[in-house]
């Protein structure tokens, strides 16, 4: 197969810096979209899968999966794009297309198993793949998304996971007006978990280890901000109907299901390596349930970018350029960031 080389920024292993470096990409096939990429989103999931916290990360790795570029060359049997659209990559590039899950727009849970935009077996070139951190990306074009007008490039590249992995599980678990929903955290996922709570009409609480972040809670859309370090203003009982659980790093849940109404489900998002201890008493009393849920589908993704168009909802960026990736990474370990550092790309040509 034909490729091209291209440049990209990443990492040669657990304990190493990311640096430039060259990759291949392929040449479109009939079915394939090439992208120019503008901007990508910093997650903590790519920090985890740079240091190998989670285990099994495949070296040379780039991260970066929060994409938004412009299409520059489209295959034979190309139909949804054009060249000069502007369009998106989030988590997944593929997936068998076949198993009931995929079926019904879930390919996230896909049986066969989803090829992620990073670090998946690269079923073309061999070895792995590498994700947005570079010049340019090729995908089949059902996993590509369409970028409403209206939506700043730059700042709407975190919707291509934060937002949608805050987005499926509120949608999920029927958040509306009447819902009252927690928040904990407020990094990337965590704020626009907000903003999208706000805007699907839910009462939106939010739990920050942070003062700074609490007093900050308000302009980003919630009503209520709770200091969890703060042992008095834990102890209050918030009757929530769902609290969506972004925090990366060890915590104790059960300080948050203390917060949840009868019915109430815990969603874990955050993907700490520890597991979870969960108390008994604290869920049988109240019929509480604790729950997770993974990304979002294609066409979900799709529906959640054109309803945060609708809704003028895009995240809270620093925009930084390549060679600030590893102090970003270093800063979004201890949670210093307000809210989602995106990085622009062209600082890897120039
Ligand atoms: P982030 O920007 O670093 O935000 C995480 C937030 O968690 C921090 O800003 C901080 O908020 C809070 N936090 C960190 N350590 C804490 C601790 N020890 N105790 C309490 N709170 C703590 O990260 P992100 O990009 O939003 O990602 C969050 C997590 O979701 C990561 O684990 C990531 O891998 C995972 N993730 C999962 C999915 C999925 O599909 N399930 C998708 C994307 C990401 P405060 O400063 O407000 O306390
Ligand atoms: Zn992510
Ligand atoms: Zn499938």
Request: glycine share 10%; hydrophobic share 40%.
């Amino acid at each position: 197969m034909n490729t091209k080389q291209r440049k990209a920024f990443g990492t040669a292993a657990a304990d190493a810096s990311l640096e430039e470096l060259a990759i291949d990409r392929r040449e479109p096939s009939p079915h394939d979209v090439e992208m120019d990429i503008l901007y990508c989103g910093i997650c903590h999931s790519d920090l985890h899968a740079a240091r190998n916290e989670w285990g099994g990360s495949k070296y040379p790795l780039v991260p970066g999966h929060e994409i938004i570029g412009r299409v520059t060359r489209v295959g034979d049997h190309v139909s949804k794009f054009k060249m000069g659209d502007m369009a998106a990559i989030g988590c997944i590039v593929d997936s068998c297309r076949t198993c009931h899950y995929c079926a019904e727009g879930f390919e996230q849970f896909c049986e066969a198993g989803n090829t992620i935009v990073f670090g998946s077996p690269d079923k073309y070139l061999g070895g792995s793949n590498y994700g947005g951190f570079s010049e340019s990306i090729v995908a089949n074009e059902d996993f590509i998304l369409h970028v409403p007008a209206g939506l700043d490039p730059a700042a709407a590249a975190p919707l291509l996971c934060a937002g949608i992995t805050t987005y499926s599980p509120l949608r999920h678990w029927k958040v509306g007006p009447g819902s009252r929903v927690g928040i904990v955290g407020i990094g990337g996922l965590g704020h626009l978990a907000i903003k999208i709570a706000k805007a699907m009409g839910a009462y939106v609480v939010v739990f920050t280890t942070s003062a700074a972040k609490a007093a900050d809670a308000k302009r980003l859309g919630a009503d209520e901000a709770v200091l969890s370090t703060d042992a008095e203003q834990m102890k209050q009982r918030l009757k929530l109907n769902m609290i969506l659980d972004t925090v990366s790093a060890k915590h104790n849940a059960n300080d948050y299901i203390n917060h949840l109404a009868v019915d109430g489900t815990l969603v874990l998002v955050g993907l700490p390596i520890e597991p979870l201890s969960i108390g008994a008493f604290n869920i049988v009393k109240g019929r509480k349930s604790v729950a997770g849920s993974n990304i979002g589908g294609i066409a979900e993704t799709q529906e959640m970018l054109d309803f945060c168009a609708a809704h003028n909802i895009t995240a809270d960026i620093e925009l930084i350029g390549v060679h600030d990736i590893n102090t970003a990474f270093d800063r979004l370990e201890h949670g210093d960031v307000h809210y989602r550092f995106v990085v622009d790309m062209a600082t890897l040509k120039g």
